[in-house]
C-alpha cells in the first residue's frame, strides 16, 4: 500500500480518512438539503464526483495522469541557503517550487487529472474561471493534451491588467473572456447593477457554471475549493516529505502556504497534517492570506455559496460573503470571498493556523526571495514567503521552515514594477 512520502506518488492522499470528526457535507442549493452525487452530473465527471465525497485514505493515480505529471514531477524541493544567509536565521528554510510546470504553477496537478477524467467520459469541452489567469492557463494546457478546449471567464482586473495569460491560454488552444460578460444571464445581471465592477472569482465561476448546466455536452472546472482538487494537489506534500526525508528531516517544523482557495496548500500540507494525526510528528502548518481579502482570518465559518449567483452547492467554509468583492490586488488568486470547505475544517479543528499579509509586505518578501534565491515568486506566493521570512527572524537554532513556492512571477512582472 502507497504512504505517505513517495518522490513519484502512486496514489493522491485523501485527508478526509483521517480527520478526527467527518467534514460537514455540500448542501443542494435549492432545497438545503445534503447534496446527491446525481446533483452534480451536469457539471462533473462520474469519477471526480466519486472522489469529492471520498473517505478512501489513498486514491489511485490514473498512469495517463502520471507519465503527464513525470514531464516535471517531482517538482524540486530546495534549501534556501542563500536567503539564510541574507536574513542571518538561525533557521533552515526549504521550498517546495511548484513554478516549474509548464503553465507555471501547480495548478496543472488537478487541470490534467481533471481534464482526463472529462476526456474518459466523452467530454470535449470545458468551462471555467480565472483569477489572474494561472488556473485558466492550466487548464487549457491539460485540454490541449487531451483533444479538447476550454472556454474561460477571466476575473476582469486580472483580464485588463494580465493579457499574456490570456495568449497562453489561445497558443493552449482554448478562448478567454473578461468577466463579467455579456455572453451569460449572470454576467449581463452583474454588468446592468454595477457596469464598473472589477469582477471576482464568485461572478466568473456564475458564468462558467451556467453555461455549463445549460449547455449539451459541456462540464465545468474548478481549480480550488472543492475536496477533489485537494486531493490531486496532494502529490506535491508526499513529493516534499519524502524530499525532505532524504536532506535528513524528518518532518517540517512550520510549513508555510499561501491560500485562495486553499488548493495549493492543502497539496503541501495536507500529508503532514496526516503524518501529525497518525505518525505523532507535529508540524505546525500556517495559511497566508492577504488582509485584502481575509477570509480565515476574519470570515465567518458558515454555509455560503461558492458563487455570486447562488449557483453552486452551498459549502460551509470560511466566507467573507459570496458578493464580497475585494480590491484589485495583485495577487488575483487569492481575491476569493470562501475557503475549502477541507482547509476551513482543518483550522476549525486546530489542525492549521492563519496569518493575513499586507500586500507591500507580500512584495518586499518576494523581492527578497528573488535576490537571494533568484525565482521571481508569483503575487500569490509571496504571501507565503513574506509570513515565512517574519517567523525566521525569531526562529530557533536548526528549525526547520517548509515554504510552499505555488508558482513563478514572470508573467507578473508588471506587479513587481510598482514595489521596486
Ligand atoms: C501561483 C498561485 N498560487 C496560489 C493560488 C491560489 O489558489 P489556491 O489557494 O487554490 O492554491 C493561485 C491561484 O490562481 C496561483 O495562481
Redesign the pocket.
Known amino acids: 500500500m502507497t504512504r505517505i512520502g513517495s518522490v513519484t506518488p502512486t496514489h493522491w492522499y485523501n485527508l478526509a480518512a483521517d480527520f478526527p470528526e467527518p467534514l460537514p457535507p455540500a448542501l443542494h442549493p435549492g432545497t438545503g438539503q445534503p447534496l446527491k452525487p446525481e446533483d452534480l452530473e451536469p457539471l462533473f465527471p462520474a469519477a471526480l464526483i466519486a472522489q469529492e465525497v471520498s473517505t478512501e485514505r489513498f486514491i489511485e493515480i490514473p498512469e495517463a495522469v502520471r507519465e503527464v505529471y513525470a514531464k516535471w514531477r517531482p517538482s524540486p524541493l530546495i534549501r534556501a541557503d542563500r536567503l539564510e544567509r541574507a536574513l542571518g536565521t538561525a533557521a533552515r528554510i526549504f521550498y517546495k517550487y511548484e513554478g516549474v510546470s509548464p503553465a507555471g504553477?501547480?495548478?496543472p496537478n488537478t487541470a490534467i487529472a481533471q481534464a482526463w477524467y472529462n476526456a474518459q467520459e466523452g467530454t470535449r469541452r470545458l468551462t471555467t474561471e480565472t483569477?489572474?489567469g494561472?488556473?485558466g492557463a492550466s487548464l487549457a494546457l491539460a485540454c490541449s493534451l487531451f483533444d479538447m478546449t476550454c472556454e474561460v471567464w477571466q476575473v476582469r482586473a486580472s483580464y485588463e491588467a494580465k493579457p499574456y495569460r490570456r495568449y497562453q491560454m489561445e497558443v493552449y488552444g482554448s478562448t478567454c473572456h473578461s468577466s463579467p460578460s455579456e455572453l451569460t444571464e449572470a454576467g449581463r445581471a452583474i454588468l446592468a447593477s454595477d457596469p464598473q465592477t472589477t469582477g471576482s472569482l464568485g461572478m466568473a465561476i456564475s458564468e462558467a457554471v451556467e453555461v455549463a448546466a445549460t449547455t449539451e455536452g459541456v462540464h465545468y472546472a474548478l481549480?480550488?475549493v472543492l475536496n477533489h482538487v485537494m486531493l490531486h494537489q496532494t502529490v506535491i506534500g508526499q513529493e516534499a516529505v519524502a524530499q525532505l526525508q532524504a536532506a535528513g528531516v524528518e518532518a517540517p517544523d512550520i510549513v508555510f502556504g499561501?491560500?485562495?482557495?486553499?488548493?495549493?496548500?492543502a497539496g503541501l500540507t495536507f500529508p503532514i497534517i496526516g503524518r501529525n494525526l497518525t505518525e505523532g510528528t507535529a508540524s505546525r502548518v500556517v495559511a497566508c492570506e492577504p488582509t485584502a481579502c481575509p477570509t480565515i482570518t476574519q470570515g465567518e465559518y458558515r454555509y455560503d455559496y461558492g458563487d455570486v449567483a447562488g449557483l453552486t452547492p452551498m459549502l460551509k467554509m470560511h466566507t467573507l460573503g459570496a458578493d464580497f468583492v475585494p480590491p484589485a490586488i495583485h495577487a488575483?488568486?487569492?481575491r476569493y470571498h470562501g475557503m475549502s470547505p477541507m482547509v476551513s475544517h482543518a483550522v476549525e479543528l486546530g489542525l492549521m493556523e492563519a496569518v493575513a499579509v499586507t500586500q507591500e509586505d507580500a512584495f518586499a518578501a518576494g523581492i527578497t526571495f528573488a535576490r537571494a534565491e533568484g525565482i521571481i515568486p508569483?503575487p500569490?506566493?509571496t504571501h507565503a514567503v513574506a509570513a515565512a521570512l517574519a517567523h525566521a527572524r525569531d526562529a530557533a537554532d536548526g528549525e526547520v521552515i517548509l515554504i510552499g513556492l505555488?508558482?513563478n512571477g514572470v508573467l507578473d512582472l508588471p506587479a513587481y514594477e510598482a514595489y521596486l
Not at 499561501?258 to 496548500?265: F, R, T, W
Request: net charge neutral; hydrophobic share 25%; glycine share 32%.
Open positions: 504553477s501547480h495548478k483569477g489572474a494561472q488556473w481549480g480550488s499561501c491560500a485562495g482557495g486553499g488548493s495549493n496548500l488575483g488568486g487569492l508569483a500569490e506566493s505555488s508558482g
